[in-house]
């Protein structure tokens, strides 16, 4: 089992229709191009679904999978799909990661209803600036509550 088969992440991406594996696959939005592979697509779909996710949040535990994961975003944000900006959270400074319009469209338009259900909506950017405090705390309790 890779260690994509445990990601957090994957319910995100459930009912959309984008790069899975490790190859970037050429994605058509509009008059864009891009070329994702699966992980950034998980990323931008964990990041649309929570609307604000800290930076430090994205990181992972294993050092080399932390590199990798550091030059997606990197990559993701030279693309303009997703934007950061600095925050505070309780008294730590930190950078939050929020979805562009242009990477809610790369999500939106690859996203299929199953089986009569809604799936998974997709947020841009900051609506409401007084619940980012709130917003940002969401995905760290979701993982707690993933790997419990």
């Known amino acids: 089992m890779t260690a994509a088969a445990n990601d957090p992440r994957d319910p995100f991406t459930r009912d959309l229709e984008l790069p899975r594996g490790p190859a970037r696959e050429r ?12 992980s950034e697509v998980r ?10 996710v800290p930076e430090s949040d994205l990181r ?15 990559r993701l944000r030279e693309l303009g799909l997703v934007r950061t900006m600095p925050h505070v959270v309780g008294q730590t400074r930190t950078a ?19 089986d009569g ?8 950017g ?8 709130h917003d940002v705390r ?11």
């Open 126 to 133: 900051i609506l409401k600036p007084r619940e980012l405090a």
């Open 27 to 38: 994605v058509r939005v509009r008059s864009r191009r891009y070329e994702l592979r699966g």
């Open 96 to 114: 939050v990661v929020t979805l562009t319009d242009r990477g809610r469209a790369v999500l939106e338009s690859a996203r299929h209803d199953r």
């Open 60 to 74: 992972d535990s294993n050092s080399e999978r932390q590199g990798k994961r550091d030059r997606e975003l990197i």
């Open 138 to 148: 969401l995905y760290a309790a979701y993982l707690k509550s993933s790997n419990d």
């Open 117 to 124: 259900q809604r799936a998974q909506a997709f947020h841009a």
């Open 43 to 52: 990323t931008l779909a964990t990041v649309g679904a929570f609307r604000a």
